[in-house]
């Protein structure tokens, strides 16, 4: 290699030396991280003095009086390590946010090094072929025909969602793409259920609908989107003349865990004429495990799908992904012809992934799915999906035994539960006293959400590390936690 002699190179390539010595330092720091987090607090403690301090020492850095490497370095391991929620610790039964693969950590590093850029193909091919191999191999499992799948890795399950509906209102509306929503004569609503992801609340706001567009639908007692509701809603708004542009079934809803009924909803779409979307974003990986896979059942008949490999997948933030079996659908949404592109590939017969994305220069995103998937194989990931649903499993049995009662059905890790043999436990007041207190010491992450209109603990097994005796240290910490709480009444 060339050396750089000049200073203002050197400044930000360093020397060889002190990249050697910087590597060797945060290759010990993130062993060091991986082995003790278990041991650390799950969250930091959050008050004004840790504000205070905190914004302090960041102030510090006015950039007017540069700092050695590895200090700056040891300021941010030393920051990530007291003042984050640490979604790695065993005892995190957060929203969705895994360990992260260390082949995906590995990925990462090599993708910032090599920095390829994803907006041309002739600049990527290696990365850009990557990308499209693993969209067909993630079409195939959720029952697409490989030769018909096309898809785009995003920068998360929001960004797949709001590329749907922007796919679907092209598809729907063929004047859209030119001339706007102007061209559209009638209001194109979109029909999502009361626990689907607020993403396409922001997602009918981006695409200019407006977010009076997205129409709630109440859920059942399982919390599936309510069939009769739907069709009423359909109905009514055919009546007060609006176009039923975009229908979501949620497979895996952020909340609970519930499945739609995608078999049902899919044949409503259709008689509606309207964009079927599956929201997979969590839900999805029942389709790497074929005692789950029925779960997922009517996806292959879904116009599009999202999914998150940085959730059930646990690659790290962030890989979304959207699927669709509409070959030519990304093309027509998102393609535009400049002269300041390269043409490098003319006469290859291949994809400029900024054709097909909302985004233009990219990172290469599917190289931590890649390297996971190559490494862990389909059954090294089913195996932890089936170990994360064991000890979601095993978390319900110890909580009803414990005296909770769980309010939620899913085949998958995430409890929702309230406690009714005490007086007062299930009211929103003592639920969201007992998650506080939990998270306030330390010890484990859990949360409250609200199913219908009532307020209930939620705890989800969402880090493939997580064992048996997490579980009894959470089991025990509530019941201890809801004792206190009782007793100070
Ligand atoms: C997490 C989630 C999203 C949003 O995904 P991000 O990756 O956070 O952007 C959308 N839908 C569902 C069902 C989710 O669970």
Not at 14 to 32: N, P, V
Request: charged residues 20%.
């Amino acid at each position: 290699m060339q050396t750089l002699s000049n200073q203002a190179s050197q400044t930000l390539a360093l020397t060889s030396k002190t990249r050697s010595e910087l590597f060797d330092y945060i290759q010990g720091a993130i062993e060091y991280y991986t082995k003790t987090v278990a041991y650390m607090r799950v969250a930091p403690e959050l008050n004004q003095t840790m504000l205070d301090a905190l914004r302090a020492a960041i102030a510090n850095f006015n950039f007017n009086a540069p700092r050695a490497p590895i200090d700056a370095v040891r300021f941010a391991i030393g920051g990530l390590t007291t003042q984050q929620v640490h979604t790695p610790h065993p005892r995190y039964f957060g929203l969705f946010n895994p360990a992260p693969s260390q082949m995906g950590v590995i990925a990462d590093t090599l993708v910032a090094a090599f920095n390829p850029q994803m907006a041309a193909w002739s600049h990527s091919p290696f990365a850009a072929e990557i990308e499209a191999h693993l969209i067909r191999s993630l079409g195939e499992k959720f029952g697409y025909n490989p030769h018909e799948t096309d898809g785009v890795f995003t920068s998360g399950g929001a960004e797949a969602n709001h590329t749907a509906l922007l796919t679907a209102l092209v598809h729907k509306f063929p004047k859209f793409s030119k001339e706007g929503l102007l061209s559209v004569k009638q209001q194109p609503v979109i029909y999502v259920s009361t626990q689907a992801h607020h993403s396409f609340v922001k997602a009918a706001r981006f695409c200019g609908l407006g977010t009076n567009a997205v129409r709630s639908i109440p859920t059942d007692d399982k919390l599936k989107m309510s069939i009769d509701a739907l069709r009423e809603q359909i109905a009514k708004d055919l009546n007060d003349a609006c176009t039923p542009a975009m229908l979501v079934a949620t497979a895996g809803t952020t909340s609970a865990g519930a499945f739609d009924d995608i078999k049902v909803l899919e044949k409503i779409a259709r008689e509606e004429g309207m964009w079927f979307h599956v929201d997979a974003a969590w839900g999805g990986a029942a389709a790497l495990v074929p005692e789950l896979s029925y779960l997922l059942e009517g996806c292959e008949k879904a116009d599009s799908i999202t999914f998150d490999a940085h959730k059930f997948l646990s690659v790290p933030m962030a890989a979304g992904i959207y699927l669709t079996r509409h070959k030519t659908i990304l093309q027509e949404t998102c393609a535009i012809s400049t002269a300041y592109m390269p043409l490098d590939a003319e006469g290859l017969d291949v994809t400029d992934p900024f054709t097909h994305s909302m985004q233009w220069s990219r990172r290469f995103t599917g190289l931590k799915l890649f390297l996971t998937l190559a490494v862990a194989g389909w059954e090294g990931y089913a195996e932890t999906i089936r170990h994360q649903t064991a000890m979601g499993n095993l978390l319900r049995k110890e909580l009803e035994q414990g005296g909770w009662r769980i309010v939620n059905d899913s085949p998958l890790p995430v409890v929702c539960f309230v406690d009714e043999s005490l007086e007062n436990g299930s009211t929103p007041e003592f639920l969201k006293a007992v998650a506080k207190r939990i998270v306030q010491s330390g010890e484990a992450w859990l949360s409250t959400t609200l199913l219908n209109g009532k307020t209930v603990l939620r705890a989800c097994i969402t880090n493939y590390t997580t064992q048996e005796s997490d579980v009894q240290v959470l089991v025990r910490l509530l019941r201890r936690v809801a004792g206190e709480i009782l007793n100070e009444r």
